[in-house]
Nanobody
Framework: QVQLVESGGGLVQAGGSLRLSCAAS????????MGWYRQAPGKQRELVAV???????NYADSVKGRFTISRDNAKNTVYLQMNSLKPEDTAVYIC?????????WGQGTQVTVSS
């Protein structure tokens, strides 16, 4: 079983930056994908970015060019660098870890972007 712990959320003004971290512990397989999702009040959870073990990344169109996902396999940690933040980026950001057979979720970290 995998445990995921996010950190780095907070309050920032529009145009600012934040860096989120997600550390995985427990039964972590060598081959897996990790991603960041977000969920705003009254909205369904949506994929923000995903990265494979080999480093291939994909992004939602709404964050492309502003957000960067990366990972440190030795530390079992995934990051999300968020630049040029907009009020519509406000949400709970949730880390995920996916193997062939299972999906695990973190608790989420709040990101609030003020106008």
């Amino acid at each position: 079983q995998v445990q995921l712990v996010e950190s780095g959320g907070g309050l920032v003004q529009a145009g600012g930056s934040l860096r989120l971290s997600c550390a995985a512990s427990g039964r972590v397989f060598s081959i897996h994908t990790m991603g960041w999702y977000r969920q705003a009040p009254g909205k369904q959870r949506e994929l923000v970015a995903v990265i494979t073990t080999g480093g291939t990344a994909n992004y939602a169109d709404s964050v492309k060019g502003r957000f960067t996902i990366s990972r440190d396999n030795a530390k079992n940690t995934v990051y999300l660098q968020m630049n040029s933040l907009k009020p519509e980026d406000t949400a709970v950001y949730i880390c995920s870890h996916r193997t062939l057979g299972d999906v695990y979720w973190g608790q989420g970290t709040q990101v609030t972007v003020s106008s």
